[in-house]
């Protein structure tokens, strides 16, 4: 979309704020909107988070394969020196990172080692909502990027996923990111346009869900009107839930495939729509048992998905801004168990590349023997990476987004 | 009246609502929760019988093709399974039960995308409507037993060598105690009672390996003994906490998050604890506001306007199915283990334009009978009517803006009615 038709639509959509409605509060003037969720600063960057469903095994992932207590611990599910592919004398990749390896070799990925929270939680859903909400002690129910959406406008714009579902993440106390879905590009709505804008309007006293649900109208006009024009060449998916592309596991992710919802974040940033946030995931990652492989397939696919983003994002001077973030819930326990997985861990690795991200190795890599109940103790709080990402990303102040935290990740960018 | 109707069944229909008024609020909620004797409606849509699972007949000689057309029909029965549930769902009579089961499956939530046997699924489906009325250690004892679960949490894989924590984990977690309610020292013993049981593939049968199981002595929430998957089962049904938590989620799924759980809801089985919660005073405060799941709004829609899904011809059975799949919510593949998400999570851009669309085919396939209720009212009262038809205790201004317009054109005013906030959060 260029330029001028973006700054009309922005002039005529008359976005309504969805957490004001939500709160029943009315709707923003167009003033308002084009002060808050107006033209993009070209300056300004974006934030690529990429969700791994599931628990990946970070020692899999980032394989400590000078260290003897990683073959011992695991003589099955280790992969040998020979195919792990080297980072350094101690660390190498999954033999499945072959194009993140290139891009280490190029000084262009970065790995934060040992990231975890204080007293780890070994559920995928509490962890999962740990990671959402950067609240490890009690996790409320606003997403961390939600609240940086809050205190950001609101524009739903601001903050997209992929996703059929909204994740936790993206939702703010007042406000939500939008969920656009890849498939059903066809608008086919059947009620006319005044019906839509009707619906959208707040009602006095009522429910926060059914604000919520009156809200999502005025939210289905703005974002539609953005994503239309950039979403064209992406392919259709089929309606088939068994088209299946990895093997499933019981915890979750898109089932839309990671190289097409970042097809389509390629297609947005180079569009140079509003969005500073994408959130896409994938799932999968609950490998119990017959781990090596599978683990292999996903990391294979994520792989695939992040360079090939990576090698396009770089050709453009908005995609230049991109920043990309991979994590987990958390990673797997040292020692195998007996179906060739790993049960529920602690602490992992997260990857960065992209604008500014200095590559190599950042915090210090856990000990493999010092355990906590069998498990790595994390070497860096998880907020320390958020507020990185929130101050030198988003060019926000983490203070109010993370309570305070004081916590950083030295030299990341 | 029609709260309780909303919440206890998918869809109580304009008929149902005006009969349980004459009957009176008492008498209303017994014939719910009791059983009839007849229910005409399931009677009419019997669990379809499956031939084998394709995959029994496939040895380690099988060709690709083979593969192929196998995995093919089991694709093909799962199809079969989930379009007659669907329609089980929208004929029966004794919808509390129908209801209560799909609470029960999204609370063991197991998904065919792992389990890929329809009678896996099947089976799991009787086990839960056997065991869903009655007491928690009969349901719980048969589940730990119950294949498709085991398939699902990689309950074959845990054994006396190293266990497999993962069903263990989720079965305190998720299904019986809640999280806190356990340590992590709980989850490996109890990994380990649950060992030797593994599922035959190929005849979808379960049997115990003594040679897999643990038999040592294992400490579990305080208590020590030899346990095995069954007395394993007996000490988590009998913790207060599996009681207290279970009542819980039955409240989140029909109450909602806005108002929180009583006190004292849980009974000596499951439908007294549902006796208990709808009795509840915070539970008629809870009136619009629980986001309705796209399986409920389906399924009372269909039911509303006088919609039987396996009447209706192929492609607009898909179109159904499609609005499921798009609003993230298909029978038999819950996401994760953790079942489906509530609230306001249904409630996003996407799911709207799924509901947009859902909503165009179900007005497009409305019963004439049904129309011609809206039809009859004068332009200026179909809203009314619309309200009427839909269950809907009455239209806010805004909606009402919407709607008005729309009168003279009652299929295009009845989808709607589907996509109002009104109708979406009940």
Request: glycine share 10%; with cysteine; hydrophobic share 40%.
């Amino acid at each position: 979309m260029d330029t001028v038709t973006r700054r009309r639509f922005l002039l005529t959509s008359g976005v309504v704020g969805a957490g004001a409605l939500a709160a029943g509060a009315g709707a923003y003037s167009l003033r308002d909107l084009l002060d808050t969720g107006g033209d993009r600063d070209p300056q300004s960057r974006t934030l690529v988070l990429v969700t791994l469903y599931g628990g990946n095994d970070g020692l899999n992932t980032v394989i400590p394969y000078g260290d003897p207590a990683y073959r011992a611990a695991r003589p099955e599910l280790a992969y040998p020196d020979g195919e792990v592919r080297r980072l350094d004398d101690d660390f190498g990749l999954n033999p499945a990172l072959a194009g993140l390896h290139q891009r280490w070799s190029g000084g262009g990925l970065a790995i934060v080692r040992g990231v975890g929270y204080p007293k780890p939680d070994r559920s995928h859903f509490r962890s999962m909502d740990i990671w959402h909400t950067a609240q490890p002690d009690r996790p409320g129910n606003t997403g961390w990027l939600g609240r940086w959406l809050d205190r950001a406008g609101g524009d739903p714009r601001l903050a997209v996923s992929f996703e059929p579902a909204l994740p936790p993440l993206l939702a703010g106390a007042v406000s939500a990111g939008a969920a656009v879905p890849v498939t059903d590009r066809k608008a086919a709505k059947g009620l006319p346009a005044a019906t839509l804008t009707a619906f959208a309007a707040a009602e006095a006293g009522e429910s926060a869900a059914r604000g919520r649900a009156a809200a999502c109208f005025a939210d289905l006009r703005s974002v539609d009107e953005m994503i239309r024009q950039v979403r064209d060449s992406a392919d259709p998916d089929t309606a088939d839930p068994d088209g299946e592309q990895a093997p499933a596991t019981a915890t979750g992710g898109a089932r839309t495939p990671l190289d097409a919802q970042l097809d389509l974040v390629a297609q947005c940033v180079e569009a140079g729509v509003s969005t500073r946030v994408f959130s896409v995931s994938l799932g999968g990652f609950d490998t119990h048992a017959d781990e090596k492989q599978l683990q292999a397939v996903l990391l294979g696919q994520l792989d695939r998905a992040l360079t090939g983003f990576a090698d396009r994002m770089s050709r453009t001077e908005a995609g230049r801004k991109v920043v990309v973030a991979v994590y987990s819930e958390f990673g797997r326990r040292v020692r195998a168990n007996a179906s060739d997985g790993t049960d529920h861990g602690t602490a992992s690795d997260v990857l960065l590349l992209g604008a500014g991200v200095r590559g190599g190795w950042h915090g210090a890599p856990p000990s493999l023997t010092d355990l906590d109940d069998g498990d790595l103790k994390y070497t860096t709080d998880f907020r320390d990476v958020y507020a990185t990402l929130l101050e030198r990303v988003l060019d926000t102040d983490p203070g109010p987004v993370l309570a305070d935290w004081r916590g950083r990740v030295d030299k990341l960018f | 009246m029609a709260h309780l109707l909303r919440r206890a069944t998918f869809g109580p229909t304009a008929d149902e609502v005006d009969a349980a008024e004459r009957a009176g609020p008492a008498a209303t909620l017994d014939r719910l929760l009791t059983r009839p004797a007849t229910d005409r409606g399931a009677a009419a849509t019997p669990v379809p019988t499956l031939p084998p699972d394709p995959y029994a007949g496939l040895t380690k000689d099988s060709t690709r093709e083979q593969r192929q057309q196998a995995n093919a029909e089991r694709r093909k029965q799962l199809q079969q399974v989930t379009e007659w549930w669907l329609d089980r769902m929208v004929a029966a009579e004794d919808g509390l039960t129908e209801k209560l089961l799909f609470f029960w499956h999204g609370h063991w939530a197991t998904s065919a995308q792992k389990v890929k046997s329809a009678r896996l699924m099947v089976g799991q489906l009787e086990t839960l409507r056997r065991h869903g009325r009655g007491p928690l250690g009969p349901l719980v004892a048969a589940m730990v037993r119950d294949p498709a679960l085991i398939v699902w949490l990689d309950g074959q894989k845990n054994t006396r060598k190293a266990p497999n924590e993962n069903l263990a984990r989720e079965l305190m977690e998720l299904f019986t105690l809640g999280i806190g309610a356990y340590s992590e020292a709980d989850v490996k013993a109890g990994a380990r009672a649950l060992t030797g049981w593994v599922v035959d593939r190929r005849t979808g049968a379960v049997r115990f390996e003594t040679k897999r199981h643990d038999p040592g002595e294992k400490s579990i929430l305080g208590q020590s003994g030899r346990f095995d998957a069954e007395a394993y089962a007996g000490l988590l049904a009998a913790q207060p906490a599996a009681a207290t938590f279970v009542a819980g989620r039955l409240w989140f799924r029909y109450a909602g998050t806005a108002t929180p759980a009583p006190d004292g809801l849980a009974g000596a089985d499951t439908i007294a604890t549902v006796r208990a919660l709808f009795s509840a005073p915070a539970f008629a405060q809870t009136r619009g506001t629980l986001v309705k799941q796209p399986v409920e709004w389906l399924v009372g829609a269909l039911r509303q306007l006088g919609i039987r899904p396996s009447a209706l011809p192929e492609q607009q059975r898909r179109q159904l199915l499609a609005g499921l799949n798009a609003l993230d919510q298909v029978p038999l593949r819950p996401p994760s283990v953790g079942g489906w998400p509530a609230g306001s999570a249904w409630l996003t851009t996407s799911s709207l334009q799924a509901r947009l669309r859902t909503a165009g085919v179900l007005a497009a396939a409305t019963a004439p009978a049904v129309l011609a209720r809206l039809t009859a009212a004068p332009t200026a009262g179909r809203p009314d009517a619309l309200a009427r038809l839909l269950v809907v205790d009455g239209w806010g201004a805004r909606t009402r803006a919407a709607l008005t317009p729309l009168a003279g054109e009652p299929r295009k005013l009845l989808a709607a009615g589907l996509v109002s906030p009104e109708y979406t959060v009940s």
